[in-house]
């Protein structure tokens, strides 16, 4: 069983950068897939981004369109802990911030439904 704990959402202005955090308990952490999705209210869970497990050093990375270019996704073992930044953030990132853990699969996935468990989230709003 793994516990995920997001943290770092705020209210941010347009163009401002956000460094999301996932906090997971328990043992074995690096042999996750984490992956991060966001849910806007009134629409769907949307993908933004996952990395697979494994030392940072030597994991893969995949990111939605929506993100590509202007976030980075990073994990630090150590503290069991996985990073998404987000820079250059627009109104349209507002939503609850999800982090979810990945047992399976060589490759991390951005389709929420290869993954095991969930953090409660974290609501990032962007407003000026």
């Known amino acids: 069983q793994v516990q995920l704990v997001e943290s770092g959402g705020a209210l941010v202005q347009p163009g401002e950068s956000l460094k999301l955090s996932c906090t997971a308990s328990g043992s074995h952490f690096d042999f996750y897939n984490i992956g991060w999705f966001r849910q806007a209210p009134g629409k769907e869970r949307e993908r933004v981004s996952c990395?697979?497990?494994?030392?940072?050093?030597?994991?893969?990375?995949d990111y939605a369109k929506s993100v590509k270019g202007r976030s980075t996704i990073s994990r630090d073992n150590a503290k069991n802990t996985v990073y998404l930044q987000i820079d250059s953030l627009k109104p349209d990132d507002t939503a609850i911030y999800f982090c979810?853990?990945?047992?399976?699969?060589?490759?991390?996935?951005?389709?929420?439904?290869?993954?095991?468990?969930w953090g409660q989230g974290t609501q990032v709003t962007v407003s000026s």
């Open positions: 990395i697979s497990s494994g030392d940072d050093r030597d994991t893969t990375t």
């Open positions: 979810a853990a990945q047992i399976d699969g060589y490759y991390c996935s951005l389709d929420s439904d290869k993954y095991d468990y």
